[in-house]
């Protein structure tokens, strides 16, 4: 199964703490150039890792750093159940399954990410914003520890399509509008049912403005350098 979506190396990155920050500059330009802006689900073997936007939880006496600061870190496209990746398909999460399955159920209650994006792949068509501007995925997260280092793994969250985006697929990715980035991301808020609610209410502006990218030229908008023919849908 195959699935995609990116940032785009030419267009501005959206405005979110802690992009901008130095390490984080850092971090985002090598992993265009070794990816060229675009996630993948992460093999077995291969680590594709993708930047991840989280809020920190001092689970650590002796760390100093403030509880709730942003940071930027690589993570695993598919979420961990232990120490491994989960052995079904683990790389996105619809909304409504979020309060009840057991596996999405526990990462969702006390971790939760972001993933800042420019577009994404569904059956080929290449989705955007107006403008190409950028925009944040919500996620659910999951700690996985390896004897060579810890790392962390996410899956998308989804929810139902709306506008032009659900005359291609009936899912489509959360995108959470900034004002709602500080109750997504705080270690202290618990996800329940409340939290989920407010999160697709404020969705619901920017999922109606989601389009098929224009082609340029008169192109087709199959977008084949980010998504094969024929692989497999995202959501």
């Known amino acids: 199964m195959c699935a995609t979506y990116g940032l785009e190396p030419t267009m501005e990155l959206p405005n979110y703490e802690p992009l901008f920050q130095p390490e984080s500059q850092q971090l985002l330009e090598q992993w265009m150039d070794q990816r060229s802006g675009t996630a993948k689900i992460t093999g077995r073997k291969a680590r594709n890792l993708n930047p991840l936007i989280t809020a920190k939880a001092n689970t650590d006496s002796n760390d100093t750093a403030p509880e709730g600061k942003r940071q930027l ?73 390896h004897p060579d280092g810890d790392l962390l793994s996410y899956a998308l969250v989804t929810r139902y399509a709306v506008a032009e985006a659900a005359t291609v697929h009936p899912r489509m990715p959360l995108l959470l509008p900034e004002e709602l980035h500080d109750d997504w991301l705080d270690p202290q808020l618990e996800g329940d049912e409340e939290l989920l609610a407010e999160a697709l209410a404020a969705s619901e502006s920017l999922s109606r403005q989601v389009r098929i990218a224009d082609a340029p030229n008169g192109a087709s908008t199959q977008h084949t350098s980010r998504a094969n023919p024929g692989e497999a849908t995202l959501f």
Not at 75 to 91: I, K, M
Not at 92 to 110: E, G, I, M, T, Y
Not at 119 to 138: D, S, V
């Open 73 to 145: 870190d690589l993570a695993w496209w598919w979420l961990h159940l232990g120490n491994e990746p989960a052995q079904f398909s683990a790389f996105n999460a619809r909304d409504d399954k979020l309060l009840h399955s057991r596996v999405w159920k526990k990462p969702f209650a006390q971790h939760r990410g972001l993933a800042p994006a420019h577009w994404y792949i569904e059956k080929g068509q290449r989705f955007e914003l107006p403008n190409t501007q950028g925009y944040a995925i919500a996620t659910i997260t999951a700690p996985s520890h």
